[in-house]
């Protein structure tokens, strides 16, 4: 239980029972991407340093692959989900101007899924924890890149049956 966290919006009588983070390994094919084109801009720049364009082009690279790795840090830093005595609630952080938050009462969930997908998923542990709601065919609601999806699926189950 983590009764020291609040949030705006809290209901009377609502306290936060889990925070569920993404896992950390979501970073890597964001800084895959900023690594590689930081050096290619270093390469561009060592090797085409006598030719005109080519240290404002190196540059170029840099700002980008400096770019890509501050977006996937504040992505993964703003994103969270909150489980509550009461409800789910999710923030995905997509951008810098683009956050997707939704909810969904405990007492709504029918159905609990964990999935690990592929080797990275399987060699750290993380996973998808999908909940089907009350709502229908259409009301999927999905955390993913979880820690470890079997242990806040059962948290979220034994938290639903109360």
């Known amino acids: 239980?983590?009764?020291?966290?609040?949030?705006?919006?809290?209901?009377?009588?609502?306290?936060?029972?889990?925070?569920?983070?993404?896992?950390?390994?979501?970073?890597?094919?964001?800084?895959?991407?900023?690594?590689?084109?930081?050096?290619?801009?270093?390469?561009?720049?060592?090797?085409?340093?006598n030719q005109k364009y080519v240290p404002m082009i190196a540059l170029s690279f840099l700002v980008i692959a400096a770019g890509w790795l501050f977006r996937a840090i504040?992505?993964?830093?703003?994103?969270?989900?909150?489980?509550?005595?009461?409800?789910?609630?999710?923030?995905?952080?997509?951008?810098?101007?683009?956050?997707?938050?939704?909810?969904?009462?405990?007492?709504?969930?029918?159905?609990?899924?964990?999935?690990?997908n592929g080797l990275w998923g399987s060699i750290f542990g993380s996973g998808t924890v999908s909940l089907k709601t009350a709502a229908g065919d259409k009301s999927m609601f999905e955390i993913k890149n979880v820690p470890d999806p079997y242990l806040a699926q059962q948290k979220i189950s034994e938290l639903s049956k109360k």
């Open 74 to 116: 504040f992505c993964q830093l703003r994103s969270m989900t909150l489980v509550t005595n009461q409800r789910l609630i999710s923030r995905e952080q997509r951008g810098f101007f683009q956050r997707k938050i939704s909810e969904v009462e405990l007492s709504n969930i029918q159905e609990l899924v964990t999935q690990l």
């Open 1 to 49: 239980m983590t009764p020291e966290y609040t949030f705006e919006g809290s209901r009377a009588g609502e306290h936060v029972e889990l925070i569920i983070r993404a896992h950390p390994i979501q970073l890597f094919r964001s800084s895959f991407k900023a690594f590689l084109f930081a050096w290619i801009s270093i390469g561009l720049f060592v090797f085409g340093f």
